[in-house]
Each structure stands twice: as structure tokens, then as C-alpha cells.
Nanobody, 124 residues
Framework: QVQPVESGGELVQAGGSLRLSCAAS????????MGWFRQAPGKEREFVAG????????RYADSVKGRFTISRDNAKNTVVLQMNSLKPEDTAVYYC?????????????????WGQGTRVTVSS
């Protein structure tokens, strides 16, 4: 079992960068696929990026490809989402989640453990 805790969200101007971190408790962190999701007001939660347990496989939503980078450090039980060239449409609460299994997953229902979220606001 893991418990993700996100940090790093804040107000930033369009074109700027933010680094979101997810610290996950638990001794089996490196057994889990990790993902970042986001939820904007009035919208459903959507997949942003995912990374396999080894870090060798990543996947991104089309809307963030080339701007966001996901990485993980299993020795420190952390996952990082580096967000560059931010746009107002990136404004949302960002969630870190963990899923059992080796295949990349994009549906929120496939993830087993969730953090409380961190708010990102991008001003125009």
C-alpha cells in the first residue's frame, strides 16, 4: 500500500514552469505504476502522464506532450511532474495516483491510491 502526497502547486503566469512533486509512503513504492491526473472546475478528472515502476515507460496526454515530463526516483519514493510552457487551460487540481500492475493505465478507476491534490492556476 502507498499513500501519495502532492506538493508544488501555485499561481503562475502563462508561459511559466512548475514542478509538482509526489511523495509516496510505503515500502513497495517501486511495485506501482504512478500517474498524474488533473481536474478542472466542472470537468471530469483526466489523465496527464504516467510512468512505469522502473521509469522506462512513460505516457502523456496529447494536450501536454512536449511540455510536461514525468519522472520517478524509487530510492526516494517520489514522482515529479515538470510542467513547462504552461497555459491557462492547464489550470486544475493535480492528483498523484498509484496503480498495481505493469501496463500503462489512463483511466482514473484503474488507480488504487490517490493523493489529496495540489492546485495549479495559470493566469493569462
Amino acid at each position: 500500500q502507498v499513500q501519495p502526497v502532492e506538493s508544488g502547486g501555485e499561481l503562475v503566469q502563462a508561459g511559466g514552469s512548475l514542478r509538482l512533486s509526489c511523495a509516496a509512503s510505503g515500502r513497495t513504492f517501486n511495485n506501482y505504476l504512478m500517474g498524474w491526473f488533473r481536474q478542472a472546475p466542472g470537468k471530469e478528472r483526466e489523465f496527464v502522464a504516467g510512468i512505469s515502476w522502473s521509469g522506462s515507460n512513460t505516457r502523456y496526454a496529447d494536450s501536454v506532450k512536449g511540455r510536461f515530463t514525468i519522472s520517478r526516483d524509487n530510492a526516494k519514493n517520489t514522482v515529479v511532474l515538470q510542467m513547462n510552457s504552461l497555459k491557462p487551460e492547464d489550470t486544475a487540481v493535480y492528483y498523484c495516483a498509484a496503480a498495481r500492475g505493469s501496463q500503462m493505465l489512463e483511466e482514473p478507476g484503474d488507480y488504487d491510491y490517490w493523493g489529496q491534490g495540489t492546485r495549479v492556476t495559470v493566469s493569462s
